[in-house]
C-alpha cells in the first residue's frame, strides 16, 4: 500500500473532474485490502440520482466488484466530511477507516453536526483521519461556488 | 391519490417478498405528485450493494425515471423507520412527506435515534407521518430473524 496522501491526491483529481461538468466538486477513493481500488467523484445532477455522492459510488462499485455488500478492512479517502446519507452507507459496508480533506460545517455527520462514526449505539464504528488536503479541497469548493454566483448574476443582468 | 393506507399495503408486499429471499423484510413504495409509483424491498445481500435499502431503491428509480435527482412534492411511504442513510437520502432528494410502519429503536434516525427529518439545520425537513400498519410490519420482521435463529441452530447441530 501507498502512503495516505497518495490516494487522497487521486480522490482529489476525482473532485477537479466534477468541477469540470457543474457538479459541486466532491471526490472519493476506495481502498480494498487487496490493493483495488475504485475512484468517483460527486455526480447527483449528471447521473440523476440524488444519491449519487462520490462515496456511495464508490461502495457501491466495491461492492458490486467483490460481489459483497461488506467491505470490511477498506479504507474510504473523500476531500469532504462525508453528510448522515454517505456516513451511514460506511456504516453498513463495515468500512474500516475513513481519511477526509476539508471539515464540512453545514451537512457534516462525521465530526460537525452529528459523529456517526463513533455513536456507540450503531453496530460499527470507522476509525477517522480528517484534514488531508483539506486547503486544496476548500479552494476548490469554494471556486467552484464563487464562479457559480457570478455565473448566475451574468445570467440575470442578460 | 388513493389513501396512505392504500400505498403501504403495497409496501408491506415488497417486504414480504424481500423475507422470501432472506433479505430483512422491509419495503417501500415512493408516490411522485404525477401518481406515478415506484415500489422495491431490502436487498443488500442479492444486490452485493451495502446501500440498497428499500428506501434508497425506489428513490434512485425514481430519479432515474423522471431525470432528476430532486423528487420535489413526492411521498415515500416504508414499513420501517429509516436509518441515517435513508433519512440522508430523503432530505437529499427533496421528498415532502414520509409515512412509516414500525419504530426502529436500534438505528432508527426519524425519532428513535436521531431525528434528520426535523433539523433545521439541514435545509429541508420532511413532514412525519408514523406507526401505520407498525403491528404487521413488526409481525414480519420478528417472524423472520426468529426463522433466521432457529436456522443458524439447526445449522450449528449438524
Redesign the interface.
Known amino acids: 500500500m501507498k502512503p495516505d496522501i497518495y490516494y487522497m491526491k487521486k480522490a482529489l483529481q476525482q473532485a477537479e473532474k466534477a468541477s469540470l461538468i457543474g457538479e459541486v466538486p466532491v471526490g472519493a477513493l476506495l481502498l480494498l485490502p487487496d490493493g483495488s481500488a475504485f475512484a468517483e467523484h460527486n455526480a447527483?445532477?449528471s447521473?440523476?440520482?440524488?444519491?449519487?455522492h462520490a462515496e456511495?459510488r464508490v461502495?457501491?462499485n466495491a461492492?458490486?466488484a467483490?460481489?459483497?455488500?461488506?467491505?470490511t478492512g477498506s479504507t474510504l479517502y473523500v476531500t469532504l466530511e462525508p453528510?448522515?446519507?454517505?456516513?451511514?452507507?460506511i456504516?453498513?459496508?463495515?468500512i474500516a477507516r475513513i481519511v477526509y480533506g476539508a471539515a464540512e460545517p453545514?451537512?457534516g455527520?462525521v465530526e460537525s453536526?452529528?459523529q456517526?462514526l463513533s455513536?456507540q449505539?450503531?453496530?460499527h464504528q470507522t476509525e477517522v483521519v480528517s484534514g488531508m488536503l483539506a486547503e486544496e479541497s476548500s479552494t476548490l469548493l469554494k471556486q467552484f461556488f464563487k464562479a457559480r454566483r457570478k455565473k448566475r448574476k451574468t445570467n440575470n443582468i442578460q
Open positions: 447527483p445532477i447521473q440523476h440520482d440524488a444519491s449519487a456511495m461502495i457501491r461492492c458490486k467483490s460481489n459483497n455488500y461488506r467491505l453528510c448522515t446519507m454517505c456516513a451511514g452507507a456504516v453498513h459496508a463495515r453545514k451537512t455527520a453536526l452529528y456517526l455513536d449505539r450503531l453496530n
